[in-house]
């Protein structure tokens, strides 16, 4: 487990700090078209099973509205590694700033994602510049896809992670809530250290590093050798280390945001912080295996989520 007693000024080497392209074929396209929200929550159960097993907890009258802005999420993130080139990606991103004016105006393009959300938008009425804020960082990091500094991650996580975060509180009415939104702010922070090294070994395979190169310098990590070796490279395992810890501080300080509220999540608010338990399960088990990203338990998916997933949402604690 993780250690939140430990002080954030003094982080103990390898302990926490407590402050511390389209998805589918053209057939299923098509089908998606006569079925939207089906699309998009079929879409939502193959590619992001975290996000599928919190879906169950929302309002029954708002998962619709879910599934199509988890989609839209999923849809953006997945463009850069679904391309050929910056270009085309450029022409799918402006696709989808187009389609968010359409969506807001009554006329969405004949798009499963963009008709699924035209219909959570005539309901819900979130608003869109939450949605178009994603799509123009999404656009931006297909000609920045590495990050040199922390500072340029953390801001990126905070126009896509926290914002989608954001998204989710407004069409739940909870947006209005200062804690709340800042609770999901760093929240969007640490699941987006916690994507990034989980897909460490991925993105290596493929000749990228996906922690900032002040981190990986500071460690004396070479790229090439981590492509090479994985984590067997000199200083990965440092470099993984502080990027953790970052995300941990990150999640705690999402829990501290909460003490206005008892310390628990108000039960409304309840299905969008519970994406908060895959980050710090994921986060256990780094340590344990300690901070070796390219262990092969970390890509088995474990059984204990489901049930900490379902206990977070019946305490009130993420």
Same mark, same amino acid.
């Given at each position: 487990?993780?250690?939140?007693?430990?002080?954030?000024?003094?982080?103990?080497?390898?302990?926490?700090?407590?402050?511390?392209?389209?998805?589918?074929?053209?057939?299923?396209?098509?089908? *998606?078209?006569?079925?939207?929200?089906?699309?998009?929550?079929?879409?939502?159960?193959?590619?992001?099973?975290?996000?599928?097993?919190?879906?169950?907890?929302?309002?029954?009258?708002?998962?619709?509205?879910?599934?199509?802005?988890?989609?839209?999420?999923?849809?953006?993130? !997945?463009?850069?590694?679904? %391309?050929?080139?910056?270009?085309?990606?450029?022409?799918?991103?402006?696709?989808?700033?187009?389609?968010?004016?359409?969506?807001?105006? *009554?006329?969405?393009?004949?798009?499963?994602?963009?008709?699924?959300?035209?219909?959570?938008?005539?309901?819900?009425?979130?608003?869109?510049?939450? &949605?178009?804020?994603?799509?123009?960082?999404?656009?931006? /990091?297909?000609?920045?896809?590495?990050?040199?500094? !922390?500072?340029? &991650?953390?801001?990126?996580?905070?126009? !896509?992670?926290?914002?989608?975060?954001?998204?989710?509180?407004?069409?739940?009415?909870?947006?209005?809530?200062?804690?709340?939104?800042?609770?999901?702010?760093?929240? +969007?922070?640490?699941?987006?250290?916690?994507?990034?090294?989980?897909?460490?070994?991925?993105?290596?395979?493929?000749?990228?590093?996906?922690?900032?190169? /002040?981190?990986?310098?500071?460690?004396? %990590?070479?790229?090439?050798? %981590?492509?090479?070796? +994985?984590?067997?490279?000199? *200083?990965?395992?440092?470099?993984? =280390?502080?990027?953790? !810890?970052?995300?941990?501080?990150?999640?705690?300080?999402?829990?501290?945001?909460?003490?206005?509220?008892?310390?628990?999540?108000?039960?409304?608010?309840?299905?969008?912080?519970?994406?908060?338990?895959?980050?710090?399960?994921?986060?256990?088990?780094?340590?344990?295996?300690?901070?070796?990203? =390219?262990?092969?338990?970390?890509? %088995?998916?474990?059984?204990?989520?489901?049930?900490?997933?379902?206990? +977070?949402?019946?305490?009130?604690?993420?």
């Amino acid at each position: 487990m993780l250690r939140p007693c430990l002080a954030r000024s003094s982080l103990p080497k390898r302990h926490w700090s407590p402050r511390t392209r389209s998805l589918s074929s053209a057939h299923g396209h098509d089908a *998606g078209l006569n079925d939207p929200t089906g699309y998009c929550k079929d879409l939502v159960r193959k590619r992001d099973h975290e996000a599928f097993l919190t879906a169950q907890f929302y309002p029954t009258d708002s998962r619709d509205a879910f599934y199509a802005l988890r989609a839209l999420y999923i849809e953006l993130a !997945t463009v850069q590694e679904s %391309v050929s080139n910056a270009m085309i990606g450029k022409m799918r991103m402006q696709f989808w700033k187009d389609a968010m004016k359409g969506i807001a105006d *009554g006329s969405p393009p004949r798009h499963p994602i963009a008709l699924a959300l035209h219909q959570a938008y005539a309901t819900a009425k979130f608003p869109s510049y939450h &949605l178009k804020r994603i799509v123009e960082a999404r656009d931006a /990091e297909l000609h920045s896809p590495t990050h040199l500094t !922390t500072e340029s &991650l953390l801001a990126h996580a905070e126009s !896509t992670s926290s914002t989608f975060l954001y998204s989710l509180l407004s069409f739940l009415s909870l947006s209005s809530s200062h804690s709340l939104s800042h609770a999901a702010s760093h929240l +969007g922070v640490s699941q987006t250290i916690a994507t990034l090294l989980r897909a460490l070994p991925y993105h290596a395979a493929g000749g990228r590093m996906v922690i900032p190169a /002040e981190i990986t310098a500071r460690h004396g %990590v070479s790229q090439e050798e %981590v492509f090479r070796k +994985g984590g067997g490279a000199k *200083g990965i395992d440092e470099a993984v =280390f502080e990027f953790a !810890t970052l995300a941990n501080d990150h999640l705690i300080t999402a829990r501290e945001m909460l003490k206005e509220h008892g310390g628990k999540v108000p039960e409304r608010a309840r299905p969008v912080f519970l994406s908060a338990i895959p980050t710090g399960l994921y986060l256990e088990r780094l340590e344990k295996v300690n901070f070796d990203a =390219f262990h092969p338990s970390l890509q %088995v998916r474990t059984w204990r989520l489901p049930w900490r997933i379902w206990q +977070g949402y019946y305490s009130g604690r993420i």
